[in-house]
């Protein structure tokens, strides 16, 4: 069944045919040859943009194409999970008291000294070691 819109075209017949040359476009009712007037050959059809439901149709396209795209990302996000194998659980160590370590002891006083200066050996004394008891009195 032929369809009852009408057809553009152009003639390809270069040379031949005067409509070809003009690169004239043709009109041909809906239920006739899609053929040139003139010589007879048939044309090129033109596209007219989109039929009825042209854009309904690449609708559909896009959205399928978007379901797709999500049930393959879905589908990849699921199976990359379980294909990795889990390491097995990490028992952490027991604890053990805390030991508080004792503070260093502070450091000690230099001890008091307890024996008696040595006594300068000759005779000579200064007057330092004479405050000190240091000196001999009797020769």
Do not use: Y
Request: aromatic share 2%.
């Amino acid at each position: 069944m032929a369809s009852m819109k009408s057809k553009s075209g152009k003639c390809s017949n270069f040379g031949n045919c005067a409509t070809a040359d003009a690169r004239a476009t043709v009109e041909v009712p809906g239920g006739r040859d899609f053929v040139c007037n003139e010589c007879g050959k048939p044309l090129l059809l033109i596209d007219a943009g989109p039929q009825g439901g042209g854009s309904k149709t690449l609708l559909v396209l896009g959205l399928l194409l978007a379901a797709l795209l999500v049930a393959g990302g879905a589908a990849w996000f699921l199976l990359a999970d379980t294909a990795a194998p889990t390491p097995p659980p990490v028992m952490p160590a027991p604890e053990t008291p805390a030991v508080i370590a004792p503070a260093p002891p502070a450091p000690a006083a230099p001890p008091p000294q307890t024996e008696a200066p040595t006594r300068p050996a000759h005779g000579h004394c200064s007057p330092a070691d004479e405050r000190a008891g240091l000196c001999r009195t009797t020769p």
